[in-house]
């Protein structure tokens, strides 16, 4: 089973590519997290929402009570703040998790953050099963 983290953003309709890969960050989700909150970044965690109704049938036939999430939407400035504090710190630091990948795909999540910015639409991460 391959994950991926995608932005999904609250206007539908736009003139720009959203789509990102997102593979190389969920791989090392768990890793950029640890790095993140040592480096005094927000994790990725902190910008997720899924709707967890689609998952329900599976979560239960695990004996797993999932609490329902409130949907959260970010500024597309925040985004792009986010995204450069972790291509640079990634680049500065150079963990030895990261990967061209992985900053490519913080560099695909900018792109649509600027884009975003323009077109005055939120976002959070959503994730790809």
């Known amino acids: 089973m391959s994950v991926a983290f995608y932005i999904?953003?609250?206007?539908?309709?736009?003139?720009?590519e959203?789509?990102?890969?997102?593979?190389?960050i969920a791989h090392e989700s768990e890793?950029?997290?640890?790095?993140?909150?040592?480096?005094?970044?927000?994790?990725?965690?902190?910008?997720?929402?899924?709707d967890i109704s689609e998952f329900a049938d599976e979560f239960e036939g695990m004996g797993m009570d999932?609490?329902?999430?409130?949907e959260q939407w970010f500024d597309a400035e925040e985004g792009i703040?986010?995204?450069?504090d972790m291509i640079n710190t990634l680049k500065?630091?150079?963990?030895?998790?990261?990967?061209?990948?992985i900053i490519d795909d913080f560099k695909c999540y900018l792109e649509i953050f600027e884009n975003a910015k323009k077109v005055n639409a939120k976002w959070h991460l959503a994730v790809d099963v």
């Open 8 to 16: 999904e953003l609250d206007q539908e309709d736009t003139d720009f």
């Open 18 to 24: 959203t789509f990102v890969d997102g593979k190389s």
């Open 31 to 50: 890793a950029l997290t640890s790095f993140s909150k040592s480096n005094g970044l927000k994790s990725i965690e902190e910008y997720v929402y899924q």
């Open 66 to 70: 999932v609490p329902e999430q409130m």
């Open 81 to 84: 703040i986010w995204a450069t």
């Open 92 to 101: 500065t630091k150079n963990p030895a998790f990261s990967s061209k990948e």
